[in-house]
């Protein structure tokens, strides 16, 4: 089988495969999502001690593979279908090799639902950049997000040759816990735009980026509310400030442009 068109690259290195299952921690009692299931590799290993796999899969030439191949087995569901537009049903866990193009939106609709425990194989970049601390150059809109959502740390970088066809990049597991948010958010959608909107201007002073992108966060008396935001904030830069302290500057804002 041939990759390219939909981000092929199968797994193939029984140790790195048996790492991410270890991972995982399963139990019999598990239900277990997987996006984009390819041939199956990892399917069969998670087959083996979860109650069941729920394997989703966008090429048509490799759901026929996936059926061929599990068709007698019990405990394995195969949908064929995008994997940003399927309804999920419920899962405990996630267990993925990703296609990286859809790295970004399939993390952010799976933490949009209640299971326990991910284990995602990403581009090694972005994993880096999903864990990265305040003020490294990894430390980016991504890195608020995911924290918003979710523990996450990096269990492993894999190396290209672990792969079938070998892709050009270096790739890395990430193990995700979902939490609520170890900080207050007054409203989730005002965060996690105001969020994105400082980060595209992540060299300015957080007083200048508010400013120029305030049209963005639809603020019209955004000059006014700026001069009550605490001084050592806005000097700042938004990747030198916490996730908390973010949150915080997006509190007060959304609370002065309710009132
Ligand atoms: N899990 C397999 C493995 O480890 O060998 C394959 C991983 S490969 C990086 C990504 C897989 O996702 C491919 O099989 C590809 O066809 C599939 N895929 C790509 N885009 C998808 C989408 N939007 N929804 C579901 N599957 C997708």
Redesign the pocket.
Known sequence: IKGGT??????IDAGYLDRIVAAAELSPQDTVL??????G??TERLARRAKKVIA????PA?VSVLHDRFDAAENIEIIA????KVDFPEFDKVV???????SSEITFKLLRHKFKLGVLMYQYEFAVRMVSPPGCKDYSRLTIDTCYFADASIVMKVPKGAFQPAPEVDSAVIKLIPRPAPFEVRDETFFLQFVAAVFSQRRKKLRNAILNTSSLLKIPDIKEIVSQLPEDFMNKRAEDLTPEELASVANMIFDLKSR
């Open positions: 939909f981000d092929q690259h199968f797994l997987e996006i984009g299931a390819g041939i590799n990892l989703v899969e966008l090429d490799l279908g995008d994997a940003l993925s090799n990703l296609p990286y193009s859809i």
